[in-house]
């Protein structure tokens, strides 16, 4: 059998955006299992010191964490900053967001576009600059979204996640073709249906404003 660490993550460092539960959780926990340095960044301080506490490591690597709320850019771009100065360059930068409320898109008020936009590309665009500059010097870099399927076919109820995940999806294809010469690549991952807390959310948005159960919508 393989070792794990002859993947090729050993001497990296991982910024896993959203890491306190979900998606984002496992893919830290598996990145640090092949050898990488992670960092965890999530709003919730208590949460991120459980999911550390998770982490494998090897001598000489220390995982760290960020808190930081990616509904105010200004806080992510200072606390990256900060952290990018003193860490040394990125090399794995996982984009992962928690998406909007559920909701037919004819009833959202505009601002709830703007509050998304801002978590989801406003936010990449400020942990992309600053991972960059480290990425381009060690000619490799590795750009991971957490997206949707809505990219592919909108999915129903969440009109605001649709538009903010094909954003998101325009953004990193572009972003794509600007860095590839440096080594960097830029991928976005489409999940399907997760049995996450978030999923568990829409599920019981979706059951209250159909007046249905919660069961009932599961098997849809």
Known sequence: MTNPVDYGLVGTKAIVCG???GIGRACALRF??????????ARDSEALHR?????PSTDGITHRLLVADFSKPDQVKKVVGEHVAAAGPIHILLNN??????????????EAFLR???????CNQILLQAVLPGMKTAKFGRVINIISTSVKEP??????SNTTRWAVAAWAKTVAGEVAPFGITVNNILPGYTDTA????????????GN?????????
């Not at 640090?32 to 960044?41: Q, R």
């Not at 998304?116 to 406003?122: F, K, Y």
């Not at 978030?198 to 404003?209: N, V, Y």
């Open 19 to 21: 890491s306190t539960q």
């Open 32 to 41: 640090a299992a092949l050898g990488a340095e992670v960092t965890l960044m």
């Open 51 to 55: 999911v550390l506490a998770e982490l």
């Open 97 to 110: 967001t928690g998406g909007p409320p559920h909701g037919a898109i004819t009833e959202v008020q505009p």
């Open 116 to 122: 998304a936009i801002e978590m989801h590309v406003v």
């Open 155 to 160: 999915i129903p109820g969440l009109g605001v």
């Open 198 to 209: 978030r999923l568990d959310a829409l599920i019981q948005s979706k059951a209250k404003s």
């Open 212 to 220: 249905t159960a919660e069961e009932a919508v599961r098997k849809k």
